[in-house]
Structure formats: structure tokens, C-alpha cells
């Protein structure tokens, strides 16, 4: 399950459609919002993305994980849109028999996504904006 999304994401929701009985471990990344980065308040933050990309892209980094890691599911949910202090802006959910394999695909899948996922954020402070790039 890999989406792009402009609702609040529904942690809930992510896990309970990956999970399966015979799993052992459900290890999860929630993104948030935060009120401040560069010495400046954080007003609230955009996020845009070229979407058809980021969608293939957000594949591949499931399909990796898979690949590297003995889990049984992923699925990773980004927002789009004018996000406010805490909003989840991505969420991660990894399922696995043991608990090492889920833990190691779920860094695994939030360090690559900074990398190679074309999702661009914007902060807006009380003096300004500023384009954020790559692993913020």
C-alpha cells in the first residue's frame, strides 16, 4: 500500500490492512510536523510532489525492503497539501515475523524515500518561506 494523500493519514487504518496473523512485529514511523528547524518558528509546512513519480518511487523503496529484509508487508502513506504542528506527514508501517527484519526496513524505507522520492517541502515562518531539501 503506498499512497499519496491530502486527508490525515489513519495510522489505524495502514496497519490493520498489512498485518496478518502470522507476524510477529508491526514496526512503525509516524513523520510530524514540528513547531521549529533553523532557529526559526515553524508556522506550518506544504508538501508537493510530482505525484506519478512519487508513487513509482514509493513502490520501489517497498519493493526494496522486500527484497533486503525478511518482512511480510509495507506500506507507506505521504501527505500533500498545508500541514500544521503534528499533522503525520508520512507513515510507515512494516510487518514482520521478528522484530529486527521490521525495525531494519522501516529506517531503511524512510532513509530512501528522503533520497530518492520526489515529494519537496516548504516552511513557512513568520518573516518568510524556504524550499527544504532532501533528509529534513
Known amino acids: 500500500m503506498y499512497r499519496l494523500v491530502r486527508e490525515p493519514i489513519n495510522l489505524q487504518a495502514l496497519t490493520d490492512a498489512l498485518v496478518c496473523p502470522e507476524d510477529g512485529a508491526v514496526a512503525v514511523f509516524e513523520g510530524i510536523v514540528r513547531n521549529h528547524a533553523r532557529g526559526k518558528r515553524v508556522l506550518y509546512l506544504e508538501y508537493y510532489a510530482y505525484e506519478s513519480m512519487a508513487l513509482k518511487m514509493l513502490e520501489e523503496v517497498g519493493a526494496r525492503a522486500k527484497n533486503n529484509y525478511a518482512i511480510s508487508a509495507i506500506g507507506i502513506l505521504h501527505r500533500l497539501g498545508r500541514l500544521n504542528h503534528s499533522d503525520c506527514s508520512v507513515a510507515i508501517v512494516v510487518a514482520s515475523p521478528h522484530r529486527g527484519p521490521a525495525f531494519e526496513a522501516c529506517r531503511f524505507a ?16 513568520e518573516d518568510g518561506e524556504v524550499w527544504i531539501e532532501g533528509g529534513n
Open 110 to 125: 524512510i532513509d530512501t524515500l528522503k533520497k530518492i522520492v520526489p515529494i519537496w517541502k516548504k516552511e513557512f515562518y
